[in-house]
T-cell receptor, first 113, second 111 residues
Framework: DAGVTQSPTHLIKTRGQHVTLRCSPI?????VSWYQQVLGQGPQFIFQ???????GRGNFPDRFSARQFPNYSSELNVNALLLGDSALYLC????????????FGDGTRLSIL | RKEVEQDPGPFNVPEGATVAFNCTYS??????FFWYRQDCRKEPKLLMS???SGNEDGRFTAQLNRASQYISLLIRDSKLSDSATYLC????????????FGSGTKLNVKP
């Protein structure tokens, strides 16, 4: 079975642009979470979606938004990109989004010039 | 104060050694705990869940101490392939996956 898949793998943008990152969860998983990981730090929680509804939001500005589609795939959108948005963006899925462990995709490495 | 704190290391140990990492969490309401391993420039991979009664998976043993709010990971008979960063995770909510990650502890196993 396929794991969590993310696209694109790498992305280079300039300040002020916007970006859309995509994620497909493990088949049968209904919960998707997004994390940002900068070098030397652990992943930081951005959003969780379950059954197409936002269940949680981390301490990120409104420039960050996300949604989940009927097939449980998800998009993360970031507007007005800043240099500090350069990071590895990780998507994770779990079956119900409660206490179960999450399984991560390979991530999208975003570089802002 | 960070939700989850770990010693960044690095821990440099010879093959065959036993090594232990601790991790403290600040939210006493935290419901579930996990250890993930992350190789350089790769995604975190689930190593094991941490149960109240402690659990063991081969050479790996995880313990939870709710009174002192820490979890531990013990690796016995270290292998070169165990070299990685180990991330401690606490989930303070029962009903959704808002994982708080520590910054990770780096382990280098040397021949």
């Amino acid at each position: 079975d396929a794991g969590v898949t993310q696209s694109p793998t790498h992305l280079i943008k300039t300040r002020g642009q916007h970006v859309t990152l995509r994620c497909s969860p493990i088949s049968g998983h209904k919960s998707v979470s997004w994390y940002q990981q900068v070098l030397g730090q652990g992943p930081q929680f951005i959003f969780q979606y379950y059954e197409k509804e936002e269940r949680g939001r981390g301490n990120f500005p409104d420039r960050f938004s996300a949604r989940q589609f009927p097939n449980y795939s998800s998009e993360l959108n970031v507007n007005a990109l800043l240099l500090g948005d350069s990071a590895l963006y990780l998507c994770a899925s779990s079956s119900t989004g409660g206490n179960q462990p999450q399984h991560f995709g390979d991530g999208t490495r975003l570089s802002i010039l | 104060r960070k939700e989850v704190e770990q010693d960044p290391g690095p821990f440099n140990v010879p093959e065959g050694a036993t090594v232990a990492f601790n991790c403290t969490y600040s939210n006493s309401a935290s419901q579930s705990f996990f250890w993930y391993r992350q190789d350089c420039r790769k995604e975190p991979k689930l190593l094991m869940s941490v149960y109240s009664s402690g659990n063991e998976d081969g050479r790996f043993t995880a313990q939870l101490n709710r009174a002192s709010q820490y979890i531990s990971l013990l690796i016995r008979d270290s292998k070169l392939s165990d070299s990685a960063t180990y991330l401690c995770v606490a989930n303070p909510q029962y009903n959704f996956n808002k994982f708080y990650f520590g910054s990770g502890t780096k382990l280098n196993v040397k021949p």
